[in-house]
């Protein structure tokens, strides 16, 4: 038995492994920097700015009126929530299972996270928003969490009803669409990452859309446009920042130029990548499924995601169990995220791990469906037999704890 299961394969992948950086995009970035002009604006000569290209070039893929381009996703969540209008102590909606930056942008703007369940698909629970947003909160901050989207037609009725100011957190869902609508044109405002681990890479980048040209205009002036956000690329006429550009602090959250230059030719890959991710992801589903163990929520046909990633829950093991099958997994090289651990690890922390919120706050449904919520990242550079691998060492390792 020992010797059978010396001889067992591990997957040789490293599952976070990011993709290389588009030629086009090297030589472009090479070419800034021997320019030197790395700053977003110029001041005398600008020659084409990269950012505001990005901007352009953003505005007009997802098909929003405005885009800005700030330094990460949770700058822009931050931004997005100031131009919201919300104000210290204020508080905000918020999914309960999310990523620590959120509440992050929440703490950032001086506000309050009130946070709302999360149902069996990893959605939002509509019932608890309506519930709690009686609360006193305006403002929705929606995290497509792991690129799962929920019933957008029901959320953005549901906003109508309530009064609820909608800002939807995209980090995962850049080219994912709802009933063929890009996600982040349905609230008031769509924020973007191009964070490594996201859809485009730069390192750091966020990119905030919206139709509404006052928003758009204050989200340019906090990023910290100084008196030149007329050489923004997708930005409202000049006479609107009449209005806010002695009232609204500079934050300086610019993404730079070299940013802009890495992310644009990524932009036209996004539909190719969609492909190789989700057909991974749907033979990934399809595989662990197999196992009376395991459960990967059915997705909506009116989903179009992204799925550069891949959740699925465990039945039937307790904690130690839980820990062990993922020990066994993580022996023979397939690194699983488990929500469900005591104390946060690497990207996964709890809601109850946020304790500077200073409302303790329970939610039953969200701690067992977490409890049992396992992620796994999807690489690009997985190919079949490799995603058939890493199903059969999960099966096996649960197999191995004594299931
Ligand atoms: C990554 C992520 C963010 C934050 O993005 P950064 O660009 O790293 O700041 C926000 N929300 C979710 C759901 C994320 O996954």
Known sequence: MQQHRAHRPILDVDLSAPEPIPQAGIDRAVELMRSGRLFRYGEQRTGELEVSALEKEFAEYVGTRYATALNSCGATLF???????????????????????????????????VFIECTRDYTIDLDDLRRKANGGANVLLLSHMRGHIADMEAVSALCDELGLYLIEDCAHTMGAKWNGQFTGTFGNIGCFSAQTFKHINSGEGGLLVTDDKEVAAKAILYSGSYMLYGQHGARPSMDVFEKFKYEIPNFSLRMSGL?????????????????????????????????????????????????????????????????????????????????????????????????????????????????????????????????RLIAAIIHESIAEVGH
Request: aromatic share 8%; proline share 5%.
């Open 79 to 113: 931004v997005a929530l100031k131009c919201a209008g919300v104000k210290w102590r204020d508080k905000v909606l918020m999914n309960a299972f999310t990523l620590a930056p959120v509440p992050g942008a929440v703490a950032h703007a001086g506000a309050e996270p």
């Open 259 to 387: 940013a802009a230059a890495l992310l644009r030719p990524q932009l036209k890959l996004i539909e190719q990548r969609a492909l190789v991710w989700n057909a991974r992801y749907e033979l990934l589903a399809k595989l662990l499924s197999q196992n009376n163990h395991i459960s990967v929520p059915p997705r909506s046909e009116k989903e179009e995601f992204v799925s550069s990633s891949i959740q699925f829950s465990i039945h039937g093991l307790n904690d130690s169990e839980m820990a062990a099958f993922l020990d066994k997994c993580d022996e023979r090289g397939v690194h699983i995220k488990w929500f469900g651990r005591s104390e946060p690890l690497g990207f996964t922390s709890l809601y109850e791990h946020w304790r500077y919120v200073t409302e303790p706050q329970r939610l039953q449904q969200t701690d067992t469906v977490l409890k049992r919520l396992c992620d796994m990242r999807i690489p690009l550079c997985l190919t079949d037999d490799q995603c």
